[in-house]
């Protein structure tokens, strides 16, 4: 068992662990999550690594429901201990998914251990790390981190009290119109809360939404919006919600039900980003979420014909090993790869900090595989790395 979950974790050589020397330890910028801003005010504590783990995070969810455990386990009333175990029961089936990495990685980086969970060992590893956590609170978790900015995902009616500089990290709120559109608010009325919300140091709009539609007024708006503006335009799209409408009716929305559609259509994007270049004479900076990854290539080609447009992290059910790799290879060769802004949580969890340092250690070594295959200049292999694992996004933040 020397070898599990080592140091060298999906590092393949000398290389990658240079690489990866050099950026793990840079500071964290999540620049888009749902985590709440109140419980980092507050500086929360947990009652255990159940409710740390198992209270909102539909990626464990699903994976609960994929082995057969009963809902009553998931999302139901069992006791945090019990939904534990039942998730810990789960784990060995779990081989190749990233909540393998991510569980394990969160058990050594926070609490030291670096055994495998399974049924057997986790009673043994329930009780050591609630121990450990009785001393962390929201904040040291954050500080453990390095977590440095966080941009919450925010209703436009929200009024925005715990936001602010906070134990020293910049928590932001982020611009979020979906329901308001879909219940018809005017765009008078939403503007006026983009300007409150600009007041408290918004620097992020995010729309998430199904198909695209080349006739989407709201889209345009908030195109328009934001490049007035000058902040950044977060989209996420192909979505397919709720899909179990059973399921639904009895546990409720974000709870695991959503998957991603067949195919999106690139081409009324392009149409849309055309014609509001065109109108505004610009475009705010934009950076592309596809939920389905068969339009990355797509995506990314249409993005080296616009100002300001990149390609997103891999999203959602893209954040695995593959998918990942998959995200950097295609936008390394149809598009610029030493522009993208690096990973980010999408979570409601704040032990999943630990994905950053997943990402970046798969960050070294696909630049790593490059230089040892002579395909790439080791001298810039540094700077490259910090580029994308922190640089760019401080730069569009910040300015």
């Known amino acids: 068992m020397e070898d599990f979950f080592s140091d060298g974790l999906l590092l393949s050589g000398q290389t990658a662990r240079k690489i990866y020397d050099g950026i793990k330890d840079l500071p964290i910028i999540d620049y888009h999550c749902h985590l709440d801003e109140r419980a980092i005010a507050e500086d929360r504590h947990f009652s255990g690594l159940g409710e740390l783990w198992l209270a909102g995070d539909h990626y464990k969810w699903r994976a609960m429901r994929l082995c057969g455990v009963d809902e009553d386990y998931i999302t139901g009333g069992r006791s945090y201990r019990e939904k534990f175990l039942k998730y810990a029961e789960i784990m060995p089936k779990l081989i190749g998914n990233p909540l393998y990495y991510w569980t394990h990685m969160e058990l050594k980086s926070l609490f030291g251990i670096n055994a495998p969970l399974n049924a057997k060992s986790a009673e043994e590893i329930l009780d050591t790390a609630d121990k450990k956590l009785a001393d962390m609170s929201v904040g040291s978790l954050l500080e453990k981190f390095k977590v440095e900015y966080i941009a919450t995902t925010d209703d436009p009616m929200k009024e925005l009290k715990y936001h ?24 008078d009325v939403l503007e006026k809360r983009l300007a409150y919300f600009i007041s408290k140091g918004c620097r992020i709009a995010d729309h998430g939404f199904d198909l695209v539609d080349a006739g989407n007024e709201d889209l345009r708006w908030l195109i328009e919006q934001c490049y007035k503006n000058g902040i950044v335009l977060q989209l996420h799209f192909g979505t397919f919600r709720n899909i179990n409408s059973g399921a639904f009716s009895s546990v409720g929305a974000d709870a695991g039900f959503d998957v991603f559609r067949a195919s999106v259509d690139t081409d009324a994007l392009a149409k849309i980003l055309d014609e509001e270049l065109q109108r505004l004479g610009g475009l705010p900076q934009i950076v592309l979420y596809p939920l389905n990854d068969n339009s990355l290539r797509a995506l990314a080609a249409i993005s080296g014909a616009f100002p300001n447009v990149l390609i997103g992290a891999a999203w959602w059910f893209n954040d695995t090993v593959c998918g990942i790799r998959r995200q950097m290879e295609t936008v390394s060769e149809y598009a610029a790869f030493g522009t993208q802004l690096g990973m980010l949580t999408d979570s409601r969890s704040f032990s999943s900090y630990v994905r950053f340092d997943f990402y970046r250690r798969l960050l070294a070594d696909f630049i790593a595989e490059k230089v040892d295959a002579g395909e790439y200049d080791e001298n810039s292999a540094a700077s490259l790395a910090a580029d994308v694992a922190y640089n760019n996004v401080r730069r569009l933040i910040y300015g």
């Open 164 to 187: 602010g500089v906070i134990g020293g990290v910049k928590v932001c709120p982020t611009f979020r119109p979906d329901r308001c559109f879909k219940e018809g608010v005017s765009h």
